[in-house]
């Protein structure tokens, strides 16, 4: 195995075994393989690694829809804090949501995907899609696709929009501005809704999927026309929609923080972020208590997902993580992303989680080499 092909960084006692999987997994991935994979355990780092070409652990990726659970966070503090209320109609804090049918919609269907405004008929343009208050005005006066509260359906480019705009509309002050103030700055997390110019050197491009001939089919055979449901949840049918995969390599996504899937950070930054909200970091106390982290990860969407196509299960906003990776602790909640990352939180174990990789993996969404990975730190976490 060359160098560049080694795990690099460190692991804490009892975690060599994590050393060993991510070396296992770069070689079996190959070529230009690049990946980052951090761990703590009760609030302390016990996992801190990165292996392939060109990153290090400072490097920052895209972390697509990685990014939803930074809005959600901000959400349950909103919540804990009596700020937002779970079972209020939208319509109280967002007079023009109340358009087309949706005045009864209350903020626990619009958090568990539950609303059916996946998107605008006509789609977005690059300009639009990565800003967060045109998404929501566009989409308030959206026709839903489903009637509210029958079905749910993965909102994927547009859920942190709608919940950022209720937050303005409580607050005053946007999503992207709680989080900043409440959890990224006061523990210095690599983890960014609006990366600031002076850390565009530490970001790597998103690279491409590149899929074998047998994969390829298979995307082929399961490809949906733009004009369908999962067509307008992707922004598919607007005429000038970028690639998927290119999203964050778009100066405008990084620079706005688009809430749904415009974040950009690290490994550190995703498992630094669940660690804070759950077992607290630095000597802080968690973020959350645990009523309030129970209440989001508890299930509110569960069985087949009308956007994405197959079996989902959300609590409020957050993936119920245990319906992926059943050897987690009931509880679990965290995110993944399109490219491949995937951030956690189990508070049984008092474990959090975070991987980040740079080339765009097969089929999309949590790369599969997580659940060799997770498994592997959770056996360490709980040994």
């Given amino acids: 195995m060359s160098q560049e092909s080694m795990p690099q960084g460190t692991v804490a006692a009892g975690f060599e075994s994590v050393r060993e999987e991510f070396a296992a997994v770069a070689a079996a991935e190959g070529g230009d393989y690049a990946a980052q994979l951090v761990a703590h355990l009760a609030g302390e780092r016990v996992v801190d690694l990165w292996v392939g070409p060109e990153i290090t652990g400072e490097s920052l990726t895209g972390v697509f829809s990685s990014t939803k659970g930074a809005a959600y966070l901000v959400a349950a503090l909103l919540v804990q804090d009596g700020v937002l209320d779970l079972d209020q109609q939208v319509s109280h804090y967002w007079p023009e949501f109340g358009a087309e049918g949706k005045q009864d919609v209350v903020l626990r269907d619009l958090l568990s995907h539950r609303v059916g405004i996946v998107g605008a008929d006509a789609g977005l343009s690059l300009e639009e899609v990565a800003d967060d208050r045109v998404i929501a005005e566009r989409l308030a006066a959206q026709r839903p696709y489903w009637r509210p509260g029958t079905a749910f359906g993965y909102h994927a480019l547009v859920i942190g929009a709608l919940v950022g705009e209720v937050v303005r509309r409580a607050t005053g002050e946007t999503l992207q501005e709680h989080f900043e103030a409440r959890v990224r700055a006061p523990h ?23 899929p074998t001939a047998e994969q390829q089919a298979a995307l082929e055979a399961g490809a949906t026309g733009p004009e369908s449901l999962n067509g307008i949840a992707m922004n598919r049918s607007h005429p000038d929609v970028v690639e998927l995969w290119d999203f964050p390599n778009h100066p405008v996504v990084r620079a706005k923080g688009q809430a749904s899937a415009g974040g950009v950070a690290s490994a550190r930054g995703l498992a630094g972020m669940y660690a804070a909200a759950t077992t607290g970091i630095g000597g802080k106390a968690p973020l959350l208590k645990p009523d309030t982290a129970a209440a989001f990860a508890q299930i509110h969407s569960i069985g087949y997902d009308l956007v994405s196509r197959q079996h989902k299960a959300f609590g409020l906003g957050f993936s119920a993580s245990v319906d992926v990776y059943p050897f987690l602790g ?24 975070g991987y980040n990789r740079r080339r765009f993996a097969f089929p999309g969404g949590a790369a599969p080499e997580n659940d060799r990975l997770l498994k592997a730190v959770h056996a360490a976490a709980t040994a």
Wanted: aromatic letters at 10%.
């Fill in 330 to 353: 009931q509880g679990a909640f965290g995110h993944s992303g399109a490219a491949g990352s995937q951030a956690i939180a189990d508070p049984r174990s008092g474990l959090a989680y």
């Fill in 188 to 210: 210095d997390l690599d983890f960014y809704l609006g990366l600031p110019e002076e850390q565009e050197p530490r970001f790597l491009t998103t690279l491409p999927m590149a």
